[in-house]
């Protein structure tokens, strides 16, 4: 199973090279790879049936516990059915609509690592590798939106999706984490069997919101379903494969799959229920205002996510087996419907309704597919998608939470999806033929193929639904349900409640299709609204981030050193100090017990340390730092440290002389700080340093291991032959690191060397200050006429305190 997984990587990586030798047929010979697939996945058919759970596992991580596992059951297999059977039908098509395309190599590329990251995403068992697939499906899924990379729109809606989806990602990472942390365990099937546990848990609120978060955003949920409708600026291969079986249920399969564990609660039944039901509406009254039919499509498709959320939410038996059918159904009608929407466009140069009409005549086939698919989407007898939106239907009227709701909008979209059926499906095929940019014809047989099959399967299965409800639809509702299902799919189910809405919507919406200019002119007055709308909110977002990174790189990274040094200390102290103090009680409880010479030392670094901060002159404040740094070497040595204190000794005076030697190469300070900056630097400098204190009074007395001194005085004379412990600890046990030590030690060396004699410059005339120890008072310098290097109309410098 991982290489079902991986073999579209795989190709994906030859591509360019079979490119150069299969040219225009190379659509042909990548649709084999997912035909291919399908045959293979059906293979597993008989397991299926019998209700069994296929797991193949691989050892990713094992350091991590993060394991490379695949699971097949009902839920997945529905999925990878549609994959791959639909993903086959993409490419023949692909191949076909952009022939001739310069790019055509680099769109089979992404569109097989597309279909390998959803394939991946739907069998993984681990948390891990479902997050890994899930974001690869964002990265291929903006390359492919932005595939015409040379149009603006194509661009822009490439990244308002990757945005959305991708800030859905960190928050659905969050929730899989803190699932893991609830339920112990990374995978799935072992979180499936917790979900007492994890409902009882704490942390299951925050965990659902996150993970709801993730599913929402890329399944287009409101209010993020603007980025969706946007995508159409996609090749219409991508759009038929990304609303049919791809992106865009991801989402809705994530929920899926985590209702046994998840669901139930009532959180659960209320919130899906109610941003489904209102993607579900919103989708239906934003569809029935497009003109364009890939819009109209692609907000229906709105309207079948917000569906299959609000049957998740429900959650009852029925609900169940609705969900599956309707997944199902929309897939195969939508699949064909996108195609037909391509075909037409590319037939006759233009995808605006209103601009099309009689191309039954010049299109037979497409108008035939056309016809029978929207009769689905419609939802109308005897076509599959009839039995899915009964079984909608009659899940909705079981609904306990926001029964009312739930089931007004149910029947209201109802009504919009018939006319949004008829406008797709219809008007462009039937009446006058209408002048188009292109003289219409029929497709080539690439493109036909896939709008014929699913058609025809939706026809099928509509007249056959106990095949559909057996092979499908049963082991997917018993997968989301968590226990077996029985399902019986039939195409009249008698006079129900259900059955008269569906002929109430019918009636309202053919009257809808009939006056869709008018309805549409009455609905223009919500376009000021509509246009201030969440997409809206999505723009000033946007605007607001770009605003924020403009002020923190005005106020943070302004190139001043000591703003950076500022900043990172005390987020540093601000961090750890709430830390120790909030979280770990830390408080000042220590009895300070020093002897006076160690008093005496630390007055010295107090004292020096407030010469160098207060002297005027670069020499004084040279030597007030090197007396801070022999004073730090007298500590090592009174307490027991000699090697430190003569590594201190020798760094100290090295670093003085580096100091000396450069001091006076020093450009002159541009200006002094304010009273302000003084201010603020000490009161960083005092928060930091203390904290520095309070963090080495602690570990004073933490100890994780058992101490090794004595293993050092018990081993020191047997093994290394040595009575002075630290030699030995530095000569035997750490001769590297002393090594180290030594080579930078001799490189310091060297390098003073060549500052005294091989680079001398000691010309009297370059520096006016030479000589000079004590830096002059703040006042304007008049340059000299006989140094050529400085401009008289410069203005005179200010020299800042040391």
Known sequence: MQLAVLSGFLLAALTPFLSSVFHQRLGWLIALL???????????????????????????????????????????????????????????????????????????????????????????????????????????????????????????????????????????????????????????????????????????????????????????????????????????????YLHSATMVKAGVYLLARLSPSLGGTEAWQFILPLFGATTMFVGAFMGLRSTGIKKLLAYSTLMALGTLTLLLGIGTETAMIAFAAFLLGHSLYKGALFMIAGAVDHSTGTKEVPELGGLRKAMPITAAAAFI?????????????????????????????????????????????????????????????????????????????GPVVLAGLSLFFGLFPQFAGSLLVQGAASSVAGQPLEVSLYLWHGVNLPLILSICSLIVGALLFWRWDAYRRLISVLDPMIARGPEAGYFKFMDGMVKTAEWQTRVLQNGSMRNYLSVILMSFTLLVGYTLFARYQIHWNWVLDFQWHELIIAGLLVAATFVACSTRSRLGAVAAMGVVGFAVALIFILFSAPDLGITQVLVETLTVMLLVLVLFRLPSFVSLSTPMQRARDIAVALLTGGLMTLLMMITIDVQLFPSISEYMVANSQPLAYGRNIVNVILVDYRALDTLGEIFVLALAALGVYAMIKLHPETDPGANTLAGSLVLPEPQAQTPTSSDPSVDPAAPASKESAV
């Not at 097949?72 to 086959?88: N, P, Q």
């Not at 239907?393 to 018939?418: D, F, H, P, R």
């Open 373 to 449: 698919a929207g009769l689905s989407l419609a939802g109308l007898p005897p076509l599959f998608g009839f039995i899915a939106k009964e079984m909608m239907l009659e899940a909705v009227l079981e609904g306990s939470q926001l029964l009312t709701y739930t089931l007004i909008l149910a029947v209201a979209s109802a009504m919009l999806g018939i006319a949004i059926a008829g406008v797709v499906a219809i008007k462009p095929f039937f009446g006058e033929l209408k002048k188009t940019p292109h003289t219409p014809h029929e497709a080539h047989w690439p493109m036909l193929v």
């Open 34 to 240: 997912p035909a291919g697939l399908a045959i293979w996945f059906a293979s597993f058919l008989p397991q299926m049936l019998a209700g069994e759970v296929i797991i193949h596992e691989w050892a990713w991580i094992p350091g991590l516990d993060i394991s490379l596992t695949f699971v097949l059951d009902g839920l997945s297999f529905l999925f990878a059915m549609l994959i791959t059977v639909i993903g086959s039908f993409v490419f023949l098509y692909a191949s076909e609509y952009l022939k001739g395309h310069q790019d055509l190599h680099r769109f089979y590329m992404v569109l097989l690592a597309f279909m390998a990251s959803m394939l991946g995403l739907v069998l993984s068992d681990s948390l891990i590798t479902l997050f890994v697939f899930w974001e690869l499906t964002s990265i291929t899924s903006y390359l492919l939106i932005g595939f015409n990379h040379h149009e603006a729109s194509a661009r822009k809606a490439a990244l308002q999706g990757l945005i959305i989806t991708v800030g859905g990602g960190l928050a659905l990472l969050a929730g899989m984490v803190m699932l893991a942390m609830i339920g112990g365990s990374y995978s799935i099937q072992t979180l499936l069997t917790q979900g007492e546990v994890i409902q009882n848990h704490p942390l299951y609120l925050a965990a659902l919101l996150c993970l709801l978060g993730g599913a929402f955003t890329k399944s287009a949920q409101f209010p993020f379903h603007f980025w969706l409708p946007n995508a159409m600026a996609a090749p219409t291969p991508v759009s038929s």
